[in-house]
């Protein structure tokens, strides 16, 4: 089955540390992997997705097939990074899995 | 394009009383869904709509019903709400399968 882990609930950085949120998925076969962040109080958008291979506010994300995760990485954190991060996956289907997500505070 | 559009954006019941929430989407999407995030669980799916006169069910779907209405419009319905359905709904469409979903600004209901 599809299946989509995040296995920190919050993560905790200074102002220009460095960022990794985990992001593993389950899948036999080649996903779309996503990205989604929830700023407070608004609504879910895209952040970014594995097959554009771009960088959004300083955010990358690279799929590595062989430890099947998706991480989402940013050099040097900023206070306005601070939101509810969502991986998940899609593929063949008109669904999207999502992880139970990732809380990033940036303290200045 | 006002985008993905919900109403209500907050919600009181008491346990047993119905209601019905509403989303309307103005991007011509194909798609819709009824997402519900609860803390620690992430996003679920209850309901989907691949195109208009069709309907599935998610990973939770008991205790809810939809429609579509049309392809603009997908409702979600509560018939008799439960504590267990205190939650933020979310709304979301998108063109095809391999688009991006766009989501609207939710509605935090409590049962009591």
């Known amino acids: 089955a599809q299946r989509v882990t995040q296995p920190e609930k919050l993560l905790s950085v200074f102002k220009g540390a460095p960022v990794e949120l985990k992001c593993n998925y389950s899948?036999?076969?080649?996903?779309?992997l996503f990205w989604y962040v929830q700023y407070s109080r608004q609504r879910l958008q895209l952040l970014l997705r594995?097959?554009s291979r771009e960088s959004i506010k300083g955010f990358t994300a690279d799929l590595n097939k062989g430890e099947t995760s998706f991480h989402l990485k940013k050099p040097f954190a900023q206070e306005e990074d601070s939101a509810m991060y969502y991986c998940?996956?899609?593929?063949?289907?008109?669904?999207?899995?999502f992880g139970t997500g990732t809380r990033l505070q940036v303290f200045p | 394009n006002a985008g993905v559009t919900q109403t209500p954006k907050f919600q009181v019941l008491k346990t047993g009383q119905s209601m019905t929430l509403q989303c309307a989407q103005d991007?011509?999407?194909?798609?819709m869904y009824w997402y519900r995030q609860d803390p620690g669980m992430g996003l679920r799916l209850i309901y989907y709509?691949?195109?208009?006169?069709?309907?599935d069910k998610g990973e939770v779907p008991n205790g809810y019903n939809v429609s579509r209405l049309n392809k603009r419009e997908f409702s979600l319905r509560l018939e008799s709400a439960a504590p267990s359905q205190t939650s933020v709904y979310f709304c979301?469409?998108?063109?095809?399968?391999?688009?991006?979903?766009?989501f609207g600004p939710g509605t935090r209901l409590t049962v009591l």
């Open positions: 979301a469409s998108r063109r095809t399968a391999t688009d991006t979903q766009y």
């Open positions: 899948y036999s076969g080649s996903p779309e």
């Open positions: 594995h097959i």
């Open positions: 998940a996956l899609s593929k063949d289907t008109d669904k999207l899995i």
């Open positions: 991007m011509n999407h194909n798609s």
């Open positions: 709509s691949a195109s208009e006169g069709t309907t």
